[in-house]
């Protein structure tokens, strides 16, 4: 007699399952994660980009030009190392030249890894220049 009314309580259970303390099992989650959590500050360079716009005026001066094409480095069309590039920007002392005269043009060719292009831009940014970067045509 005992095993019937064993079967008779199985089959009035409710079938639901229980969710009374998923909120509270979500809200120790949520501070677990705020407080395991570490910010990181990313590395970044700011760059002063020109406007993009077309001189009034033709520029008598020649533009300084930082040409990467794959693996390596080419400062006004001579081979350089990024040590060598670094050097070179810090001579033309570009933090005491005004407006134009401060534009480095920066070319990248494909297949050139990120990083070449990454320690360029910040060359130039942190060597005062102005950086115009050279979009060539898909072909």
């Known amino acids: 007699m005992a095993s019937k009314r064993h079967i008779k309580e199985k089959k009035n259970r409710d079938l639901a399952i229980p969710t009374d303390s998923f909120s509270d099992i979500a809200f120790l989650l949520i501070i677990y994660f705020i407080l395991a959590t570490t910010l990181t500050r990313v590395r970044s360079i700011t760059a002063d980009l020109p406007s993009g716009e077309k001189a009034s005026q033709a520029q008598p001066d020649k533009t300084s030009i930082v040409n990467l094409r794959g693996s390596e480095i080419f400062f006004n069309d001579k081979k350089t190392s990024m040590e060598e590039l670094n050097e070179r920007l810090a001579a033309l002392k570009l933090g005491e030249l005004d407006g134009s005269k401060r534009v ?8 050139t890894p990120y990083d070449n292009y990454f320690q360029a831009l910040a060359a130039i940014s942190a060597n005062d220049g102005v950086v115009a970067i050279v979009q060539g045509e898909d072909k």
């Open 104 to 111: 480095i043009m920066l070319e990248s060719s494909r297949g």
